[in-house]
C-alpha cells in the first residue's frame, strides 16, 4: 500500500523544506516541488531520506500554463493520493512605487500569490472530496491583513491569498477538506528567501534581532504538523506566527514605552497564543 502524499509547492531550503521533513518523519512520502536550483532540491531530498524519510523532488514552474495541474495528476497516477499539501510560493519583489511596478510585474504577484492557490485547489480537491479528507496548508504573510505602501503587488496577492482560503474553507469544509491559513508575521530563517535577499548582511541581521528573535522553520513546520493532525470537530482556519519579541500586526502600538518593554528579555508583549 503507497504511503499517503505530502506535496509541497515552493519547498526551498526554510519553511517548505523543513515542513516537508516534518511530515516526512510522520509517515508521508513528501515531493518536494521547487522553480529552480535542482542541486538545492536534490540535497533536501537526500537529508530527508537520510533521516529515513521517503521523499522526492521535482522542478516546477507554477506560474506556467497548466504545470500545476500536471504535477498534481502525476503525483496522484505514479506516488500516491495527496492527502496534505503545503503552498508556499511567495509573491514578494520589494518595495516598489505605485508608478515603478510595472503591469507584469503586478500580474506576476498574483499569478504566484493567489492565481497558484485557486489553481492546486481545482486540481486538487476533486480527488480528496471522493476520499473523503485532505489538507491545505497555505502560508501567507503580514501583507495579507496590512496593506504597506510600496507593497501594492505582494499586499493584492496575499489579501486575496487569504480571502480565497476563507471561500475554500466555506465550500470545501463541509466536505471534509481542511483549509489553512498561516499568517508568517515576522523574519524567517530561510537562506533562500531572506537570506538570499540580504546577502552578506543575513548573519548580521539575525543577530540584531536578538536571541529567537526570527522565526526557526523547523519549530514552525511543527505548527503545519499539528494544523494537519487536527481532528475536524476543532480544526484552525487561520493562525499567525511570530517571534516573541515582535509586536503583532494587529497591535502595532505607536507607544514607545509599551514597545520597548516588549522587546526586553521576559516579556513578551502582545501576541497570540
Not at 522553480?35 to 537526500?46: H, I, P
Not at 514552474?61 to 497548466?66: E, K, L, Q, S, Y
Not at 493520493?81 to 509573491?91: D, R
Not at 534581532?209 to 475536524?232: F, N
Request: proline share 5%.
Amino acid at each position: 500500500m503507497s504511503k499517503p502524499v505530502f506535496l509541497v509547492i515552493g519547498a526551498g531550503a526554510g519553511i517548505g523544506g523543513h515542513a516537508a521533513a516534518r511530515f516526512a518523519k510522520g509517515g508521508y512520502h513528501a515531493v518536494l516541488a521547487r522553480r529552480s536550483d535542482e542541486e538545492g532540491l536534490g540535497r533536501l531530498v537526500g537529508q530527508i531520506e537520510g533521516a529515513g524519510g521517503s521523499a522526492s523532488g521535482i522542478l516546477l514552474d507554477a506560474a506556467g500554463d497548466g504545470t500545476i495541474e500536471e504535477l498534481v495528476e502525476r503525483v496522484e497516477r505514479d506516488i500516491g493520493p495527496i492527502e496534505a499539501a503545503l503552498y508556499n510560493l511567495g509573491a514578494q519583489i520589494g518595495n516598489r512605487k505605485l508608478h515603478d511596478t510595472p503591469h507584469r510585474t503586478f500580474e506576476l504577484g498574483w499569478r504566484l500569490g493567489c492565481f497558484g492557490v485557486f489553481r492546486l485547489a481545482h486540481a486538487m480537491f476533486p480527488a480528496m472530496v471522493e476520499r473523503g479528507k485532505g489538507t491545505l496548508l497555505v502560508t501567507s504573510a503580514t501583507s495579507a491583513v496590512r496593506g504597506n505602501a510600496g507593497q501594492h503587488s505582494h499586499a493584492a496577492a496575499m489579501g486575496g491569498r487569504r480571502m480565497l482560503c476563507q471561500t475554500l474553507n466555506a465550500e470545501f469544509g463541509p466536505q471534509g477538506i481542511h483549509v489553512a491559513h498561516i499568517v508568517v508575521d515576522g523574519s524567517v530563517d530561510a537562506p533562500d528567501t531572506l537570506g538570499k535577499l540580504l546577502g552578506d548582511k543575513f548573519e548580521a541581521y539575525k543577530a540584531s534581532k536578538g536571541e529567537d528573535g526570527v522565526i526557526d522553520p523547523g519549530a514552525l513546520a511543527e505548527t503545519y504538523w499539528h494544523l494537519a493532525q487536527q481532528p475536524r470537530n476543532c480544526w484552525t482556519h487561520e493562525i499567525d506566527a511570530r517571534p516573541w519579541t515582535d509586536v503583532a500586526w494587529w497591535n502595532d502600538n505607536p507607544n514607545p514605552t509599551i514597545n520597548s518593554t516588549a522587546a526586553k528579555p521576559g516579556f513578551a508583549g502582545p501576541r497570540s497564543e
